[in-house]
């Protein structure tokens, strides 16, 4: 049984949410999550490094899945595009290795991800194979480099993708995905969506870990941006480091100790198709 029926039948309150003690009691013994986080690149991965320990260290399945191999990058100077894709998707999977995840590369092209059908269909067989509870993508950007044009491609592909999951006849052979599967963007400055906040203050250290081996990797995470960014996140939600996400579907303006389970939000509940 998912975590979320509980919610929605009594059994488990919302307000529960707020204490980490009785929230980790009963969602333990109930539920192993898997959090898909479908990304653009090799490093994006960094924003949201905290949500991903912290499902982890609650003992679910994370997996991130990268649409490309990120080999436009020019940080490794005048190589071949095939050494410089090769030399990324390891450093991808020594990522892996930090956060403790699964990792996954497709092999659609850098600086040319096309929000289209077949793509979408692409990455919706790959969501039938992993059976995400949650999905963490990119969302709406404004700002240079979250608005990358592969991040704004990669967010539609990957929502597209999870309704085409559930349609058999898209999907076949493939059995359709049709576990509740709430989506979270990362957030930009501008976004008015309700806000999903994790506590991230138990993992700074790996988090950190992470940000310097794609520093001194692709020149990407700067340390003290992401002291700056983490605390200031903090700072809004009482606690001393956050990371906050658009909450698209689930209970929003809420700091939780794991992105998932999230309880569906009562205006966003969907009841499907009962056959
Ligand atoms: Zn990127």
């Known amino acids: 049984m998912i975590a979320w029926s509980m919610v929605r039948s009594g059994r488990l309150q919302p307000s529960d949410w707020h204490d980490s003690n009785r929230y980790d009691a009963k969602m333990a013994a109930d539920s192993r999550e898997t959090l898909l986080v479908g990304l653009a690149h090799p ?9 991903i320990l912290a499902q982890r ?15 436009m990058t020019e940080a490794f100077g005048p190589l071949p595009t095939e050494e410089v894709a090769r030399r990324r998707m390891e450093q991808g999977r020594q990522a892996g290795e930090i956060l403790g995840v699964e990792t996954r590369f497709m092999n659609f092209p850098d600086t040319a991800l096309v929000a289209d059908r077949a793509t979408a269909v692409e990455v919706a067989r790959l ?8 999905l963490i993508t990119w969302g709406d950007g404004w700002v240079r480099g979250v608005r990358h044009p592969d991040h704004q491609a990669c967010s539609k592909i990957f929502r597209d993708a999870v309704n085409l999951a559930r349609i058999a006849k898209v999907v076949a052979p493939a059995a359709p ?14 976004s008015h969506l309700p806000i999903a906040a ?14 310097d081996f794609y520093m001194h990797g692709v020149g990407f995470g700067d340390p003290a941006w992401m002291e700056h960014r983490l605390s200031e996140a903090g700072r809004r939600w ?38």
């Not at 969501?127 to 949650?134: H, R």
């Not at 994790?198 to 940000?211: E, K």
């Not at 990371?243 to 205006?267: N, S």
């Open 177 to 190: 995905h049709r576990h509740d599967l709430p989506i979270f963007t990362l957030r930009d400055v501008h």
């Open 127 to 134: 969501i039938c194979e992993i059976k995400p509870t949650g």
């Open 57 to 71: 260290a609650r003992g679910d399945r994370v997996v991130i899945v990268w649409l490309t191999r990120g080999e």
């Open 198 to 211: 994790v506590d991230v203050t138990p993992h700074r250290q790996t988090i950190g870990d992470l940000a």
């Open 43 to 51: 490093d994006d991965e960094v924003g949201v490094a905290g949500t």
């Open 238 to 275: 009482g606690c001393r480091y956050a990371e906050e996400l658009d909450a698209w579907e689930t209970v929003g303006d809420r700091l939780y100790p794991a992105l998932l389970p999230a309880p569906v939000g009562a205006q966003t509940f969907h009841p499907g198709r009962r056959r």
